[in-house]
């Protein structure tokens, strides 16, 4: 796939702000990274430990691996505990998400032919294509048991079922959104900057929204309340994708850790989109033919980027990410709630999502 989350699926990049770098947030993913461990050993045999070895390597949860940043978890959580004041009967919730969103990347790296994640081989590279698919449907299967542990912490059957319900409707987004993705990449003809914000709405905002809205579902049955939490979830998913996609033209590879490289590989984000519909023809046409070139010099990436700069794509993308921000912001801030360091923290990760 060659547009905005080819290389991780719902957000590609997403780099976290510096706001998620504290002791207690540390915490969160710790105990999130028990739960996982959890749902695992309690189905794990010793004809099937080989396979959830292979879930660990891809989680990075195999000794020390490396992993994700965890920030689908850890937004459910501060939802959570914003409310609730404590986050610990939220982590099957929050295991759940984590494995979930997991799935989905096995199987984009496989479609992607991705050989890489986190600095390590991908799964499919290291034990084939048909033992990582079965590893992706596993870590489905477990993300979906993870939310039945739920029960066994005093949550109603019917709250349980909701939560399912909506676990279910979003990985149908993300597979849609999945499908658009490559869609649009066969068929130049389809992208649009409207296409294109459908389909990260289904890729990435629809996970990192249900993500914040099981945490309020477990926290209050106030529906305002819920409501105003995935609002919230959704603006933050737009507003991280759309900084991701200007990180990745105009990023500052000291500061991501990633060298600024969508045009040399010909990802078709937000700017790109928006230029290839609004800049002047001989322009556009230029662009084509630059993201035709299947190894562009540093020259010719640098005349895409300054084409880009010349249209407004740049400036467009800021505006769209900075309102996607503060509608976020509004959101989260009309929402009620008086817990006041979790929520503290909710304002400062939307405050810090663009940073480009």
Known sequence: MTTASSTEAGAAHLYPPPVLKSPDLDLLITDTEAEILQVIERVQDERTHALYEMVRYHLGLDHDGPRGKRIRPLLGLLAYESIAGEHSPA????????????????HDDIED????????????MVFGVA???????TLFTLSRMALYRLR?????????????????????????????????AEHDDRLSVDFYFDM????????????????????TDDQHVIDSYRAFGWS???????NDDLLGIWGNEQTTGKEPSDLAKHKKTLPVIYALERA?????????????????????VSEARAILERCGAGDYTRTRARQERDEAL??????GVVRAEALERLRQIVISAISA
Request: hydrophobic share 50%; aromatic share 6%; charged share 20%.
């Open 91 to 106: 982590l099957p919730g929050a295991a759940a998400v984590e494995l979930g969103h997991n799935f989905s990347l096995v």
């Open 113 to 124: 032919r991705d050989v890489e994640r986190h600095h390590r081989a991908t799964l499919w």
């Open 131 to 137: 033992q990582a698919i079965n590893t992706g449907d």
């Open 152 to 184: 066994e912490l005093g949550f109603s059957d019917s709250k349980v079922l909701d939560l399912m319900s909506l676990y279910d409707e979003t990985c149908l987004a993300l597979c849609e959104g999945q499908f658009m993705d490559i869609w649009g």
């Open 200 to 219: 990260i709405g289904r890729k990435t905002a629809a996970l990192i929204a249900a993500s914040v809205q099981a945490g309020a579902m477990l926290a």
């Open 236 to 242: 933050l998913g737009i507003a991280f994708q759309l």
């Open 280 to 300: 002047p023809a001989a322009d556009a046409a230029r662009l084509k033919d630059l993201l035709a070139t299947s190894e562009p010099s540093s020259t010719l």
């Open 330 to 335: 509004r959101r989260i801030e009309s929402a």
